[in-house]
């Protein structure tokens, strides 16, 4: 697991979201307000999750409702923008999600620069999105193709609103996806964003796959991080970041810097 420390520079570390607004294209998109209103709200988020002490930041259009599984261009173009606009200020390492295109993601990330991506990049699921297939050794001969060989890729196998067509526990999904894929980590949510993911079947995931970073994936907040990060190997973390804790509201940077210091009290630092 040393990459972990080397790209993050920390054990169990936290990596916090930074959600961007609609995109152009999309129903909640602020026309008037335009790419520079979604520029402006992710700077002041971005410098609220640094300020409060994060080790990682991850880029996400989680405000482009509903998700499409295959995006339009229009939306990693603006993210790529947006990103490479704050990028003098980003000051830790950095990440990107394009939902739920894996090949967006990977295009985002080279472009970019990030050094590491999450994304459903393996299985089949019936979810609200309608049928969800993947193509996980596709995904991963055209990030090798445009250049993208070292970015780390994390693995959702718990996809939100979305449940696998096939009848195999966790455990075997986890132990098979590792075989056949060879992941940087995994990733375990719960049902959608900001909802806790369940200790047990965390427990399970990292019980079948020692050797492979596992990371809690959401819901993860001050009450529960202990109990989160002495089973996970880090943490992927948004809306408890937020105003309220609502998922929509801006970040605050002090909820931030009471969460850092609940971890690093976990590490014993």
């Not at 520079?36 to 880029?59: C, S, T, Y």
């Not at 894996?102 to 991506?117: L, R």
């Not at 965390?202 to 529960?224: C, E, M, Q, S």
């Not at 089973?231 to 937020?242: N, P, R």
């Amino acid at each position: 697991m040393s990459w972990i420390t080397d790209l993050f520079g920390t054990e169990k570390p936290v990596i916090a979201m930074c959600h961007f607004r609609a995109m152009p294209g999309d129903p909640g998109y602020d026309a008037e307000g335009g790419v520079e209103k979604v520029l402006e709200d992710a700077r002041a988020d971005l410098h609220a999750l640094q300020n409060g002490g994060v080790d990682a930041i991850m880029f996400s259009n989680e405000s482009s409702l509903p998700y499409l599984l295959q995006t339009q261009r229009v939306t990693s173009a603006t993210m790529s923008r947006i990103i490479g606009e704050l990028h003098a200020e980003i000051t830790v390492p950095y990440g990107v999600n394009v939902l739920w295109d894996p090949m967006a993601t990977i295009d985002t990330a080279v472009a970019t620069g990030a050094g590491f991506v999450r994304e459903i990049f393996s299985g089949v699921y019936s979810s609200e999105y309608g049928l969800w297939n993947t193509n996980a050794g596709e995904t991963s001969r055209h990030k090798h193709a445009i250049g993208g060989a070292g970015i780390r890729q994390l693995y959702n196998i718990v996809p939100e609103s979305a449940a696998p067509l096939a009848t195999r526990d966790i455990a075997q999904v986890a132990k098979s996806t590792v075989f056949n894929f060879q992941p940087d980590a995994l990733c375990v949510s719960g049902l959608t964003a900001g909802t806790e993911t369940d200790a047990s079947i965390l427990t399970a995931v990292k019980g079948a796959v020692a050797d492979t970073p596992v990371f809690a994936n959401t819901g993860v907040r001050t009450t529960n991080v202990a109990e989160q990060l002495s089973i996970a190997d880090g943490a992927v973390v948004g809306t408890t970041f937020k105003r309220d804790g609502h998922i929509w509201n801006e970040v605050e940077e002090k909820r931030v810097a009471e969460f850092v210091a609940a971890v690093r009290e976990v590490r014993g630092q």
